[in-house]
């Protein structure tokens, strides 16, 4: 359930669209619904009039039953986020530009704390990475197996719609009897930016989990614990049994014991460089073991998503830059501005002595707001708040859904008056 409070003036409305009115009238029709509410609480034969006219000029329907009775699923451009920020992107061909099917991406932000994504293109070329706690600006790296499929590349498609919409607003005309209400808005938008600019930018960060994606793993090494070596192959020869150093003619290669079936893996396990996916093992091997902090092995078989690595080795930085290595370049990397943090809802408190006394100005006209209030079994629920300077009529709305789908919402107004 919400719930608002807010002060009544000649600027807010008393009335507007609630939640009954968007499921029940205007979700399903095409356009703009003007005052849906009338349609739905006033009587009589205006009001019947008034709604036969609505269905002949709005009534058709946003659903085709054409592809309804069509019985094939539909094609969506966008999907919905349900546990994540979907991140979408194209493989394409280096030097042609053209789509690259069933070629495996892969997606990460460098960091202490290992996230990695993985998808696999489609007949088209895009592939999806659904990602999680990626807020705010970041540096993504993206890229193909660059052992396998160096001859493709990742391009990041623009997060923001591309399509706007064509009808043009209304010029805002304002009569000169708003004049007074709108400088009084202005003075107190002003006295709270003056006095509570800081309380008013407070975001609400959720709880990270602070392991790595792939959890716990089943060997650790923490090398301060060791004697340092100057050469990241002897670190891994001397220290880390799960992992054999075999050279080749072309090279370094990891093998990782299989813990599970016996023996060794063939190929070269899932490395990784604080998170981010590391196909050269002789670019690894060159770089500085002082910079390394941590290394995390699983010596099994390990399978994300679609992707199945014969074992995985994890290196971490003491600062999750990479600590100098240099990627691939074929490797994209973008500033990316991942989904903004919720922002939290300031409303001070008066609970002491010295707060009650307290001289700052408090020109708040909404008063509380908070879009997610659940109540209890009996359907009750007590919310606190405290009012501001300024007396008048404020609007409490609530708005909300039952669990079996069911819509409701309540308006009331209560005033304020100046203590005695």
């Avoid at 000649?10 to 009238?25: F, M, Q, Y």
């Avoid at 192959?233 to 992992?243: D, Q, T």
């Avoid at 054999?244 to 003619?249: G, P």
């Avoid at 307290?358 to 708040?385: H, I, Q």
Wanted: aromatic share 12%; hydrophobic share 35%; with cysteine.
């Amino acid at each position: 359930m919400s719930l608002a409070v807010y002060r009544l003036d000649s600027l807010s409305v008393d009335s507007g669209p609630d939640i009954n009115s968007v499921l029940w009238l205007t979700s399903d029709l095409k356009g703009t619904v003007e005052n849906p509410n009338y349609y739905l609480t006033s009587t009589g034969a205006e009001a019947t009039e008034a709604a036969d006219n609505l269905m002949l000029t709005h009534g058709w329907s946003r659903f085709q039953w054409t592809d309804i009775f069509s019985n094939t699923p539909p094609k969506l451009d966008y999907l919905p986020e349900l546990s994540g920020h979907l991140i979408e992107g194209r493989v394409v061909h280096r030097f042609t530009g053209k789509p690259g099917p069933k070629i495996g991406a892969y997606l990460t932000s460098p960091s202490r704390l290992a996230r990695l994504y993985t998808a696999t293109s489609d007949e088209s070329g895009r592939v999806r990475f659904e990602t999680q706690n990626l807020n705010g600006p970041k540096e993504l790296m993206v890229q193909t197996n660059t052992q396998t499929d160096s001859m493709y590349r990742v391009e990041i498609l623009n997060p923001f719609s591309l399509q706007y919409c064509a009808s043009i607003a209304a010029p805002v005309v304002l009569s000169e009897a708003l004049r007074s209400a709108l400088t009084k808005r202005s003075l107190h938008i002003q006295v709270q930016n003056a006095y509570s600019r800081k309380q008013l930018s407070t975001y609400k960060i959720p709880a990270v989990d602070s392991v790595s994606f792939y959890g716990k793993p089943n060997e650790t090494y923490k090398l301060d614990d060791y004697t340092r070596f100057k050469v990241l192959e002897e670190v891994m020869r001397e220290y880390v049994p799960g992992v054999l150093v075999r050279r080749r003619n072309d090279g370094f290669h990891f093998m990782v014991v299989d813990n599970v079936n016996g023996g060794v893996f063939s190929k070269n396990p899932m490395v990784l460089l604080d998170g981010f996916p590391v196909f050269d093992i002789n670019k690894l091997m060159a770089i500085d073991p002082l910079t390394i902090q941590k290394l995390e092995v699983f010596t099994s078989r390990y399978i994300q998503g679609a992707m199945t690595y014969e074992g995985l080795v994890s290196f971490t930085t003491y600062k999750g830059d990479l600590g100098g290595f240099q990627p691939n370049p074929a490797v994209l990397m973008q500033e990316y501005e991942g989904p903004q943090w919720q922002r939290e809802f300031y409303s001070p408190r008066y609970e002491t002595a010295a707060e009650k006394q307290s001289r700052l100005p408090d020109a708040r006209n909404l008063l509380y707001w908070n879009p997610n209030v659940t109540t209890t079994a009996d359907g009750n629920k007590t919310v606190e708040f405290y009012t501001s300077d300024q007396q008048g009529k404020y609007m409490v709305v609530m708005q909300g859904m039952a669990p079996n789908g069911l819509a409701g919402s309540r308006r009331f107004v209560f005033e304020i008056k100046q203590p005695l």
